[in-house]
């Protein structure tokens, strides 16, 4: 079995990965961090929980760190993250931080929605490891506050994420603005086209990595399916809480309104619940996160795009309370909980409308759901969804069918 310590990295960085616990590196880490320390560009595919942060930093904080003049004021720019939001550029400081704690090597965060004065600051003082928001950094680029003439690595985090919220065009603005020598490392939970066209753009004959291909869902997941008419999917959730004792729960929402009327709706009951999404302030984000983190609110409604930066090893519940219309994103999302070796829920609400989403996830992940009947506020009528069932024929990718046999006072679907 392969250790950190097999890794020819530095004994500052093997005493901080000794700090932390880290053993055993993930199947991103054991096939990434040669490939970044030898230099050689790469892309690498991997859903959200796979350690992909470590295996760009741990190599990149070990190549800087043997560095002249690491540490000293006005020290030039030497690995650039641009990732597309304000948490997740948190959480990637984070890491740089603990990682290489025991070095000189220094991380600064910029991103937007606050004042860029501390950040113009931090920058003044010098850093070696810039970690930015696009919109930021293109701006403050412009201010002349930011130089990317002396940068050695840029890494692109969740490309397909940026893509997703348009930020595709100042991404290749920023890397036009880098050193055309440059080592670029691409990670991205999907590669849509777009983000392949960029990859053979911007990299130069780069190493490419699978891990955990999209469609795969945790095994330890335990998958739930309720078909419920959309208007009463707040009540159910209520319900769910309340009789199933659910706690730790993070729920996704399709849209940021959404999310803030769920929120109401359950507070107005007597759970503490809490939304986050693009609207928040970074403070009240973050106030948000922590509270949940310490479990004095139970319940986080959470957006797509803001829960890319939430990092909570043990959470056992995920709650699809929309269907996301994008199969592959179902399956980051329950990919939330189930980590760490711990066993996980994911619980879906299928509303009348979103039941052609439902068959694009099934026909993706081929997962073995179970469906639960047993709730006030079923679907009425004769549809018909086709779910594999969740037993040993099901795990070989079979589906079973059966006929409902529905009248208004015996209510059936067959699946």
Not at 41 to 60: E, N, R, S, W, Y
Not at 331 to 338: L, P
Not at 368 to 377: G, L, M, S
């Amino acid at each position: 079995m392969t250790t950190f310590s097999d890794f020819d990295i530095s004994p500052n960085i093997q005493r901080a990965l000794a700090d932390l616990n880290f053993q055993t590196p993930t199947p991103i880490q054991q096939q990434a961090i040669p490939i970044v320390a030898a230099g050689t560009d790469l892309v690498g595919c991997a859903q959200t929980g796979t350690g992909k942060t470590a295996a760009f930093a741990i190599p990149i904080i070990d190549y800087i760190q043997k560095m002249p003049g690491v540490g000293k004021k006005h020290n030039n720019i030497r690995a650039l993250i641009v990732t597309p939001t304000r948490e997740l550029a948190l959480q990637i400081e984070e890491s740089f931080k603990s990682l290489g704690q025991y070095t000189r090597v220094r991380t600064t965060t910029i991103f937007g929605g606050v004042s860029q004065i501390p950040q113009v600051e931090q920058l003044k003082r010098g850093t070696e490891v810039l970690v930015a928001t696009p919109g930021r950094l293109l701006d403050l680029e412009k201010q002349g506050f930011i130089d990317l003439n002396q940068l050695h690595i840029l890494v692109l985090d969740e490309a397909d994420q940026m893509l997703d919220m348009g930020f595709i065009n100042d991404v290749k603005k920023i890397v036009k603005l880098t050193p055309n020598n440059r080592q670029t490392l691409l990670f991205s939970a999907t590669m849509p086209l777009e983000i392949r066209a960029l990859a053979e753009d911007f990299l130069n004959q780069p190493k490419h990595i699978t891990v955990n291909p999209v469609s795969s869902t945790v095994e330890r997941i335990n998958q739930e399916i309720y078909f419920v008419e959309k208007t009463e999917k707040r009540n159910l959730l209520y319900h769910l809480i309340r009789n199933r004792g659910l706690s730790d729960v993070l729920v996704f929402s399709r849209t940021k309104h959404g999310a803030d009327n769920i929120v109401r709706s359950l507070k107005k009951k007597g759970v503490e619940a809490e939304a986050i999404h693009g609207d928040k302030s970074q403070s009240a984000r973050q106030r948000v996160l922590e509270s949940f983190k310490n479990k004095s609110v139970g319940v986080l409604v959470a957006t797509d795009i803001a829960a890319r930066g939430i990092d909570i090893d043990a959470l056992p519940f995920v709650i699809n309370f929309d269907l996301p219309n994008i199969p592959e994103t179902y399956v980051h999302r329950i990919g939330r909980t189930g980590r760490a070796g711990k066993e996980g829920t994911a619980i879906s609400f299928c509303g009348r409308d979103e039941e052609p989403y439902w068959k694009d996830i099934i026909k993706l992940t081929r997962a073995a759901v179970t469906e639960i009947k047993d709730h006030p506020w079923p679907w009425v009528g004769t549809e018909r969804v086709e779910t594999p069932v969740a037993d040993n024929a099901a795990k070989k990718g079979a589906f079973k069918s059966r006929k409902s046999t529905t009248s208004k006072k015996n209510k059936k679907r067959w699946y």
